[in-house]
């Protein structure tokens, strides 16, 4: 059975880090496009980070240059390291993975997500 | 980046009704666009990819039209198990955005 299982949330104080992680099981988390999705309290979703299956990684402009997306092949397992962060990181963390994406001309699309982990909740409080 | 209009945010529906959600881009995505199913408490669920391909196991109710900047979401006869929030997401280019969300609740 294809799976994903994130854990590593919790309540941090501002300017703390936190590490996610998401286990994969049922694919190889190394040959997908893997992405980060979170949604605060009350709100919509938005899309955070990816990382391709040849290693490259983009970022939303809300957290580029404090989150980094990562990949242990042994352990088939997605991290976000999570650096200086704020009151409005605070949200549910999902990760998924993507089907059906590709590279072409230099641009990669990443198709579709699927499946979803079950999301871990980040807390960002003093 | 490209902004996502979704509309309308939030909707009254009977069982038995037909439901349309639309999904406007601000530019051309082709049919770089899929749609999710989220009930409280619960992970987002694929429902459509790829503009208007329906995903695995998803009843055949729900359908996805459209192609460039318009895109719309069909639900032909809304089922008690349907009343959830529906999100587009553009899967053209970073950051691969969503839409506001449309919330379908019970009339």
């Known amino acids: 059975e294809v799976q994903l299982v994130e854990t590593g949330g919790g309540l941090i104080q501002p300017g703390g880090s936190l590490r996610l992680s998401c286990a994969a099981s049922g694919f190889t988390v190394s040959s997908n496009y893997m992405n980060w999705v979170r949604q605060a309290p009350g709100k919509g979703l938005e899309w955070v980070s990816v990382i391709y299956s040849g290693g490259s990684t983009y970022y939303a402009d809300s957290v580029k240059g404090r989150f980094t997306i990562s990949r242990d092949n042994s352990k088939n397992t997605l991290y976000l390291q999570m650096n200086s962060l704020r009151a409005e990181d605070t949200a549910v963390y999902y990760c998924?993975?993507?089907?059906?994406?590709?590279?072409?001309?230099?641009?990669?699309?990443?198709?579709?997500?699927?499946?979803w982990g079950q999301g871990t909740l980040v807390t960002v409080s003093s | 980046d490209i902004q996502m209009t979704q509309s309308p945010s939030s909707l009254s529906a009977s069982v038995g009704d037909r439901v349309t959600i639309t999904c406007r881009t601000s530019?051309?995505?082709?049919?770089?666009l899929n749609w999710y199913q989220q009930k409280p408490g619960k992970a987002p669920k694929l429902l459509i990819y790829?503009?208007?391909s329906l995903q695995s196991g998803v009843p055949s109710r729900f359908s996805g039209s459209g192609s460039g900047t318009d895109f719309t979401l069909t639900i032909s006869s809304l089922q008690p198990e349907d009343f959830a929030t529906y999100y587009c997401q553009q899967s053209y280019s970073t950051p691969y955005t969503f839409g506001g969300g449309t919330k379908v609740e019970i009339k």
């Open positions: 998924a993975r993507s089907l059906g994406g590709y590279c072409s001309g230099g641009s990669c699309y990443p198709g579709w997500f699927d499946p």
């Open positions: 530019q051309s995505i082709s049919g770089y």
């Open positions: 790829a503009a208007s």
